[in-house]
């Protein structure tokens, strides 16, 4: 099959189909009634599948769009300026840029890598956040770009939480991926908020649909400052119908699954480069001599010089990028004068 790797549209982690059909037509037949506003009742469905599909109380969600305004809508009600957060480093990029706007302080709580795998030292945070009370921890869960679990079990959540006042928010974007969740504990706890995402397994990045899962009050208190009319007709439409038989997602996430172990074995056999393994739909990896150059739309640069990271894509395309990598990787003047596998790697 012939590759071209500047086609390849694998940084953003996506999934690389379409929805079904079932999907697209329900957003095609709203758009003919463009013309009105979008229903209170089509609004009111949505949060009941969210939270059916989540297993909490329609009380507990807030369906909104993307994650950056989502994660703007409750940063502005939970902090204030001069607040100290925990972040997770490295960590998904767009929470920093919108807590700096708010005024907060950041702190950065560091990952470790261990061999395969990138890990939080619970202990460690447990202690830092009893001496120093923040106000905010922001845990990715999987964890993007290590694509590693972070807390995983409610066990971890439940520890966490009761060490401080202060709110988590838990980014399960990538959940469906790795299989575990912690969000029916957001009806026991005050202080835990979940966010998920229908950009991941559901397919649906383009329609921009996420919801947050949180206690009762914190939703309604997010919601009496969010826009009425947050999310489009067509994209409440199409993710009714994802969510009214949600099979598919989960039938994406085994695809995902299976193809991310297949990458994986191939990306071990490259000299030169590490990969680490991932609960995500993605695979971060680091390049032993520095990265070599190749387009940005295959890979871009992550948190520091020498880690990429490759979004699961058709098998097609994931072939294709593997063998890009590895002409760049021939033809890179660090790799050519040590091209051994293994060597203390
Ligand atoms: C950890 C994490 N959270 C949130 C998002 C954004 O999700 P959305 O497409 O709903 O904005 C992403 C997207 O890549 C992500 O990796």
């Given at each position: 099959?012939?590759?071209?790797?500047?086609?390849?549209?694998?940084?953003?982690?996506?999934?690389?189909?379409?929805?079904?059909?079932?999907v697209?037509?329900a957003?095609?037949?709203?758009v003919?009634?463009?013309?009105?506003?979008?229903?209170?009742?089509?609004?009111?469905l949505?949060?009941?599948?969210?939270?059916?599909?989540a297993?909490?109380?329609?009380?507990?969600?807030?369906a909104?769009?993307?994650?950056?305004?989502?994660?703007?809508?409750?940063?502005?009600?939970?902090?204030?300026?001069?607040?100290?957060?925990?972040?997770?480093?490295?960590?998904?990029?767009?929470?920093?840029?919108?807590?700096?706007?708010?005024?907060?302080?950041?702190?950065k709580?560091?990952l470790?890598?261990?061999g395969?795998?990138?890990?939080?030292?619970?202990?460690?945070?447990?202690?830092?956040?009893?001496?120093?009370?923040?106000?905010?921890?922001?845990?990715?869960?999987?964890?993007?770009?290590?694509?590693?679990?972070?807390?995983?079990?409610?066990?971890?959540?439940?520890?966490?939480?009761?060490?401080?006042?202060?709110?988590?928010?838990?980014?399960?974007?990538?959940?469906?991926?790795?299989?575990?969740?912690?969000?029916?504990?957001?009806?026991?706890?005050?202080?835990?908020?979940?966010?998920?995402?229908?950009?991941?397994?559901?397919a649906?990045?383009?329609?921009?649909?996420?919801?947050?899962?949180?206690?009762?009050?914190?939703?309604k208190?997010?919601?009496?400052?969010?826009?009425?009319?947050?999310?489009?007709?067509?994209?409440?439409?199409?993710?009714?119908?994802?969510?009214?038989?949600?099979?598919?997602?989960?039938?994406?996430?085994?695809?995902?699954?299976?193809?991310?172990e297949?990458?994986?074995?191939?990306?071990?056999?490259?000299?030169?480069?590490?990969?680490?393994?991932?609960?995500t739909?993605?695979?971060?990896?680091?390049?032993?001599?520095?990265?070599?150059?190749?387009?940005?739309?295959?890979?871009?640069?992550?948190?520091?010089?020498?880690?990429?990271?490759?979004?699961?894509?058709?098998?097609?395309?994931?072939?294709?990028?593997?063998?890009?990598?590895?002409?760049?990787?021939v033809?890179d003047?660090?790799?050519?004068?040590?091209?051994?596998?293994?060597?203390?790697?």
């Amino acid at each position: 099959m012939p590759c071209d790797p500047s086609k390849l549209r694998l940084y953003y982690n996506e999934f690389p189909q379409p929805p079904p059909k079932r999907v697209l037509d329900a957003a095609r037949k709203s758009v003919s009634r463009a013309n009105r506003y979008p229903p209170s009742e089509l609004a009111e469905l949505l949060k009941e599948l969210m939270a059916k599909y989540a297993g909490v109380s329609a009380e507990n969600v807030h369906a909104a769009s993307g994650g950056e305004y989502v994660f703007y809508e409750l940063f502005s009600r939970a902090v204030r300026p001069g607040d100290l957060v925990f972040l997770l480093e490295p960590t998904f990029s767009s929470y920093e840029p919108i807590l700096r706007a708010l005024g907060c302080t950041i702190e950065k709580v560091p990952l470790i890598e261990k061999g395969d795998m990138w890990s939080l030292e619970l202990d460690s945070l447990i202690d830092m956040i009893r001496r120093k009370k923040p106000k905010l921890l922001v845990v990715d869960d999987p964890n993007n770009p290590t694509g590693s679990p972070v807390l995983r079990t409610r066990e971890n959540v439940g520890r966490l939480l009761s060490s401080f006042d202060g709110y988590l928010l838990l980014d399960e974007a990538y959940t469906e991926y790795a299989g575990y969740s912690s969000a029916s504990l957001v009806s026991e706890v005050k202080n835990l908020v979940v966010f998920r995402t229908m950009s991941k397994a559901f397919a649906m990045a383009g329609m921009r649909v996420s919801f947050l899962l949180a206690p009762s009050g914190l939703i309604k208190n997010v919601e009496g400052f969010s826009p009425r009319f947050e999310l489009s007709r067509a994209s409440m439409a199409a993710a009714v119908e994802a969510l009214r038989d949600p099979s598919y997602a989960l039938k994406n996430a085994e695809y995902v699954i299976l193809e991310r172990e297949r990458l994986y074995g191939k990306l071990l056999r490259l000299n030169g480069v590490k990969p680490y393994k991932s609960s995500t739909n993605f695979i971060m990896m680091k390049f032993l001599r520095g990265m070599p150059k190749l387009p940005l739309t295959l890979m871009i640069p992550q948190f520091a010089p020498g880690f990429a990271r490759l979004s699961i894509g058709t098998r097609g395309d994931d072939d294709c990028a593997v063998r890009a990598l590895a002409d760049a990787l021939v033809q890179d003047h660090a790799y050519k004068a040590s091209p051994v596998k293994g060597e203390s790697e």
